[in-house]
């Protein structure tokens, strides 16, 4: 199997056994998101992403390929781990759109907590995931940035509000990634896209 496939706890376990370093790990989701969401022509593209940080993401990688090497006690599960982010949480270092063009420029001055506590644990964030605006609907159809499909059928959604978040994982565009869900927005996308989906609780 291609490293971009492996799930959450394969990738970390062979991290640690020294398989492959974070580096090489993240290298190959960012060119798998360049191959099929950024570069796939119409039709086929499928638009999981907002924002792509490569150089960000390359340079946490290589923070976590040290910190795996010189200190691996202090390493935790998701240490060089390939995230992506629902384009709902703040970023310092990337726009946060909510999928809205009143937003299409916001750059947040701070980080969300749930975004500084994932880059402490040594994750590494490759991008912003497409959603529905303002995460109002159940489709991913109501993103300014368009409609995001469905990994196994380009023709049908991948459910929503979290569906760039589901995209990306069915399609190994990123190892996990963040939603959020009030009345479904995890637990729905999972399901269309043939994931697993976990909504903890308050």
């Not at 946490?60 to 040290?66: G, R």
């Not at 202090?74 to 809205?100: E, N, R, V, W």
């Not at 978040?165 to 399609?171: E, I, L, N, R, Y």
Request: net charge neutral.
């Amino acid at each position: 199997m291609e490293i971009f496939g492996l799930t959450l706890d394969e990738a970390a376990q062979q991290l640690r056994q020294g398989n492959f370093s974070a580096v090489e790990l993240t290298q190959a989701v960012l060119d798998r998101i360049q191959r099929l969401d950024k570069d796939a022509p119409d039709g086929q593209r499928l638009n999981a992403y907002v924002t792509v940080d490569e150089k960000g993401a390359l340079k946490a990688a290589a923070n976590a390929d040290k910190r795996l090497k010189s200190d691996p006690g202090a390493a935790t599960p998701l240490t060089g781990i390939p995230l992506a982010h629902k384009d709902l949480f703040c970023t310092s270092t990337m726009p946060t759109t909510c999928s809205s063009k009143m937003l299409a420029n916001f750059q947040p001055p701070y980080d969300a907590t749930v975004t500084r506590r994932l880059m402490e644990a040594g994750a590494v964030i490759v991008g912003k995931t497409n959603m529905d605006e303002f995460a109002m609907g159940s489709s991913n159809e109501t993103s300014h940035f368009g409609t995001v499909s469905n990994p196994w059928d380009k023709s049908r959604i991948p459910g929503g509000s979290s569906g760039g978040s589901a995209a990306a994982v069915a399609a190994s565009l990123c190892t996990a990634s963040m939603g959020t869900d009030t009345g479904g927005s995890i637990r729905q996308p999972a399901a269309l896209t043939g994931i697993t989906g976990l909504k903890p609780t308050y």
